[in-house]
């Protein structure tokens, strides 16, 4: 009976190391701005599964270096503010990035500036209808 319980705690161990990997572990982080088109964050998980995001330019506001206070300590994430449609100054969404790599704030400046030139010549581009 004692074999039966260390097998099925084995077992059960396994079964969530393996939903550990495939869902909750991101080993990588990347974004993607085109100025045109607009921003796609793709998530790579241990497993190999890969989770992207794509958000219309249309719906981008800014892009924003946010901070916070966890534990006692300063963080600071990346986010993208989302425009209200109803309130073209308002902003309905607030999309946090690289949640998981949580980069030190030298690279999130560097990647901030880059989203800037880029929504920089969106805005001075002339519109076409």
Known sequence: QNSMVLSAAIFITLIGLIIYLHFV?????????????????TSSYASGKESTTFIEMGQV????INEAIHMQKV????????QDPEDPQGVSEVVPLFQSSKPRLDCLIEVY??????????????QSS
């Open 61 to 64: 506001k800014d892009v924003v």
């Open 25 to 41: 572990k991101i080993d990588q982080e990347s974004l993607l701005v085109i100025g045109s088109l607009g921003i796609q964050v």
């Open 113 to 126: 500036k880059s989203c800037q030139e880029i929504l920089e010549q969106r805005k001075t581009a002339p």
């Open 75 to 82: 963080i600071y994430y990346l986010c993208i503010l989302l």
